[in-house]
Every structure is written in structure tokens, then in C-alpha cells.
């Protein structure tokens, strides 16, 4: 039977809202770097991985064995806009890259797919303690952003991350 002092000895817990965005290098040439883009998120979804199986069946019984790992190859996260428009200018000039709208040119992946995206879980004194690495990000979905009078809210974004693979650390 679990009781209160059992409860009090686990390690605290991680707590959804301690995590943060980071990208070491945006490509395009955008004039943030460092710490200038680690942003200010306020929500994400780290994917997660479905095992298929396969099923083999004999005289009425089943046996299991794991099959194709298939797994989300995105990453939606919601940031702030602020009023410097930083991280909306970063994001457009990234944008351009896959697809400018004034040359109708692309640029091939080498050049608009950053080779690290970091989501950085903390611990309750803001230290990390879990890296997830997304290789080969790109922003796929840099959505509209709703304008109105009747709220009194911060603009939000909500932008989706195309990557290749995770890698957990």
C-alpha cells in the first residue's frame, strides 16, 4: 500500500510548462543567433513512436512481434509575437527559402533544413535535464495571425516543424 511518506520521497516531477525552443543555427541567414532564439513557447508536443505488430497466428493462438516503428515527423509548437516581430521575421526569411513568393524559386535541403532544433525539458530550477534533438527542421506551417479588437491576449503563432528524426539525449 502506497502512503503519504512514500508519495513524499519520489523525485519531483517534470512539469509540462518548464521547456524551451532552441535552434543553434537558423538557416537563411537570419539575423538571430545565441540566445536570441530560444523561444518563448507556450505549448508543444514532443512525438511519440507506435510500434506495429505483427501478428502471426497458429491452432487459435497469436504470438506478437514488433514490426515497422512509425512516429509523427512534426512538431507544433505555439510562440509569442512580440513586439520587436524578431521571431516572425526569422520564421518569413526561413520560409523563403522553401519558397519565395516574389522568384517562385526553391532552395534545395541543404539550405532550408536546419540540422538542429533542439525542445529542452527543465527541471524546476530552469536546469536542463532532457534533450530532444530534431534533425533536419524546417518550419512547414507559419499560419495567418488573427487580428482583433475584442481580445486582450498576446499574438500567438502557431508553427509546425517538419524534421527528419529525433534524438533523445
Known amino acids: 500500500m502506497i502512503d503519504i511518506e512514500s508519495l513524499r520521497s519520489l523525485a519531483e516531477p517534470l512539469k509540462s510548462y518548464n521547456f524551451e525552443i532552441y535552434i543553434p ?49 512534426q512538431f507544433p509548437v505555439s510562440m509569442r509575437l512580440h513586439e520587436d516581430l524578431k521571431v516572425i521575421n526569422m520564421l518569413r526569411t526561413w520560409r523563403d527559402l522553401l519558397f519565395n513568393k516574389q522568384t517562385g524559386a526553391q532552395s534545395v535541403a541543404s539550405e ?48 509546425v516543424f517538419t524534421f527528419d528524426y529525433w534524438i533523445f539525449k
Open 25 to 73: 543555427v537558423v538557416p537563411g541567414g537570419a539575423d538571430l543567433q545565441g540566445e536570441d532564439i530560444r523561444f518563448y513557447c507556450r505549448t508543444g508536443i514532443i512525438p511519440g513512436e507506435t510500434q506495429e505488430p505483427i501478428v502471426v497466428d497458429s491452432g487459435g493462438h497469436q504470438v506478437m512481434f514488433a514490426g515497422r516503428t512509425t512516429y509523427s515527423h
Open 112 to 159: 532550408y533544413k536546419a540540422q538542429t532544433l533542439y525542445a529542452i525539458l527543465l527541471d524546476s530550477a530552469k536546469n536542463p535535464v532532457q534533450y530532444y534533438r530534431a534533425v533536419g527542421a524546417w518550419p512547414s506551417v507559419v499560419p495567418d495571425v488573427p487580428l482583433g479588437y475584442g481580445g486582450n491576449e498576446a499574438l500567438e503563432l502557431q508553427v
